[in-house]
């Protein structure tokens, strides 16, 4: 019965040492499934994040263009109509309604053309202006608002540093993320410049646009964001079968693995020690060609028969 109790308890030492390293290495793959998910979840959303700023870029500049073109049409129909007027107005008379800081009536006719333009709701433009940057004809210290389809903006907005260094330096845009607080407006704003130059006449002007970007560019972020959620949750599910698989293999190949190449072999070499222990030595030790331990019991074998052989000599010497 004693015996029985110390076998027993044998094999429970050796089942638990067994779960234990099969647990530490079910952590351990675990542990590696988890992280390699949370960085392929890092790189996705990093690269998803660079997706939604080409995305926004090929907007803001698709958008910029599309204006542009269209003060390109401007331009070739009303800008001669519009030199004309101001030719006919005079451009000293103009001289003096900008340094009294009143409207001319060149400033109005062009500002309702802006106006007609804007209500026309082309290209979803709010607001239209044409600004002087210079004009031979009379000096100016900054850049003007010439006119505008709202012209109470005309002497009260000045031309902000940005939007005159995109007319110096010829690009199209002017992208406003947290929107133009100068004009009171709040959102997404796209400011898009069309530079107008004429040697001749020796000016410098331009249209700008100023564009609401806020439904357009939530629509991306949107979409991303949904697809976002969709790689998230196809990930977290990914992460989880391969957890659930890990456990699976775990506890039933490597459970397999471990003990025809590691418990069988330790248990039959524990058990040949015992015998010889309780004075037992015609014990044959089998050998594991192949396996981890290989060498081990051959070398207890070859101690084994060693020691027989000694005994051997000393009772024949005897």
Request: charged share 25%; aromatic share 8%.
């Amino acid at each position: 019965m004693a015996e029985s109790t110390g076998e027993m308890e044998k094999t429970t030492r050796k089942r638990k040492g067994r779960s234990r390293i099969l647990w530490e290495i079910t952590a351990l793959l675990v542990v590696v499934l988890v992280a390699s998910g949370l960085v392929i979840f890092f790189v996705v959303r990093a690269s998803q994040g660079r997706l939604i700023d080409k995305s926004t870029d090929k907007l803001l500049a698709s958008s910029a263009e599309d204006v542009s073109s269209f003060y390109d049409f401007i331009i070739k129909e009303k800008t001669p109509d519009f030199i004309e007027f101001t030719l006919t107005e005079g451009t000293s008379v103009i001289a003096e309604a900008l340094a009294q800081r009143r409207l001319s009536e060149s400033q109005k006719y062009v500002s309702e053309e802006l106006r007609k333009i804007a209500e026309m709701g082309l290209l979803g433009v709010d607001l239209n202006m044409v600004i002087f940057i210079s004009y031979a004809q009379f000096p100016l210290p900054e850049p003007l608002l010439f006119a505008c389809n709202d012209e109470s903006l005309i002497y009260s907005w000045s031309v902000p540093e940005d939007v005159v260094s995109a007319f110096q330096q010829g690009e199209p845009y002017v992208y406003r993320k947290n929107g133009i607080p100068e004009l009171g407006l709040e959102g997404e704003y796209l400011i898009i410049t069309k530079k107008i130059e004429d040697p001749e006449l020796g000016y410098v002007a331009g249209y700008i646009g100023i564009k609401p970007m806020d439904e357009e560019i939530a629509s991306i972020n949107e979409f991303y964001s949904k697809e976002s959620r969709k790689t998230s949750l196809t990930l977290g599910l990914v992460v989880g079968i391969s957890i659930l698989a890990v456990i699976l293999i775990s506890f039933f190949i490597l459970s397999y693995l471990l003990r025809k190449r590691i418990t069988e072999p330790i248990e039959e070499l524990a058990s040949s020690a015992g015998e010889v222990m309780d004075g037992n030595l015609d014990v044959d030790v089998r050998v594991h060609v192949g396996g981890d331990f290989a060498n081990l019991e051959r070398a207890f074998k070859e101690m084994l028969e060693s020691i027989r052989q000694m005994i051997e000599k000393s009772v024949s010497e005897e």
